[in-house]
């Protein structure tokens, strides 16, 4: 019975590691490139570089993963691909000058920050239907609530997260942050929301039901300057114990505690930190580098980076499609 209970727990441990190797394909959108470079996250290699519309920033998938959906901000447009040999589709009417966006967790609506004209907009996917949304100066960040009923964008000249109900179209709320709002992400179970700020230097932490602000994350890099410190795109894993920030020219990511909020570690990466995104096991992190022109891979067990893959030039936006 014991020689039997040992080889099912090695068994299961092998596949356990099996599944956390396998591989799957992170899409990266190069900025001055007009591309998208395809990652293989287990060779590490780029396996296919694709051409889009002009400036291509924000890059997410469907909820089926069978479309990509790719901000052009200087096209005014966000294009959609087929993730099947990566083949462009169409453009959906997005808005002038699209920066980040987020889904529905339905799948069926697409909300867009707006940059050069001060509001959100709302597509429907089955109908290509369009709602606007009057926010702040320069909306960048944009987040959906799991529950899908309040959708968040970020302005970064009037410092302010603004609260959107989705089924009313109307703002609810607005919430003041620190100098120059960029990414937004609410927790897994919707309670509460973060925003990091890049000239401010902080991630705020808000109350979803009140609106108000509970705590503020700063960041101290021993040898950077606090000018350079400047959060960008993070991501919260989904076990609630990680927050990984990227800090921009500091050229750090830090690792946050996402319960006491305390700064667990500053793990270097290439310059001029953009975005991050996580494998589904969650056991790896990518980062895209814009001044150097390459994407880290950090591991999530030991929180070191262990690879630097070159891509195209001014990589910004990051995701990851699963293994099919």
């Known amino acids: 019975m014991q020689k039997f209970q040992t080889l099912t727990l090695a068994l299961g441990a092998f596949l356990l590691a099996g599944s956390a190797a396998q591989a799957h394909l992170v899409y990266v ?35 089926d993963f069978k479309q990509i959906f790719v901000c052009a901000g200087d096209s005014n447009s966000v294009q959609v691909f087929d993730t099947d040999g990566n083949k462009f589709l169409y ?10 966006f987020a889904l529905s967790p339905d799948g069926k609506k697409l909300y867009i920050a707006n940059e050069n004209n ?33 959708a968040v964008t970020t302005a970064e000249t009037s410092n302010m997260a603004h609260w959107l109900d989705t089924e009313s179209y109307k703002q609810i709320a607005t919430t003041l942050v620190d100098q120059r709002p960029r990414y ?6 919707g309670s509460l929301l973060w925003v990091s700020s ?15 602000k509970i705590h503020v994350i700063e960041f101290k890099i021993p040898g ?18 990680y927050a990984f920030v990227a800090l921009g020219p500091a050229n750090h990511v830090a690792v946050v505690d996402a319960k006491t909020y305390a700064v667990l570690k500053y793990i270097v990466v290439g310059k001029r930190v953009w ?21 880290t891979e950090i591991d999530v067990k030991s929180l070191e980076a262990t690879n630097t893959i070159k891509v195209g030039r001014y990589p910004w936006g990051v995701a990851v499609l699963p293994t099919k």
């Open 91 to 100: 453009d959906l009417p997005s808005g002038e000058d699209p920066e980040q």
């Open 275 to 295: 975005h991050v995104a996580l494998t589904p096991e969650e056991d790896k992190v990518f980062v895209t580098n814009g001044v150097s022109g390459d994407v």
């Open 184 to 189: 937004a992400q609410f927790t897994k179970d």
């Open 118 to 150: 001060a509001v959100t907009t709302i597509i429907t996917l089955a109908d290509k239907s369009v709602h606007q949304i009057d926010v702040g100066v320069e909306p960048e960040g944009m987040a959906v609530s799991p529950d899908g009923k309040i």
């Open 224 to 241: 950077v300057s606090h000018d350079k410190i400047q959060p960008v795109g993070f991501r919260l894993t989904s076990d609630g114990k």
């Open 29 to 63: 959108s190069n900025e001055k490139d007009n591309t998208v470079s395809v990652i293989d996250s287990k060779t590490l290699k780029v396996t296919q570089t694709f051409e889009t519309g002009r400036r291509p920033r924000g890059i997410t998938f469907s909820n």
């Open 198 to 212: 890049e000239v401010g230097g902080t991630v705020s932490i808000i109350d979803a039901k009140t609106h108000e």
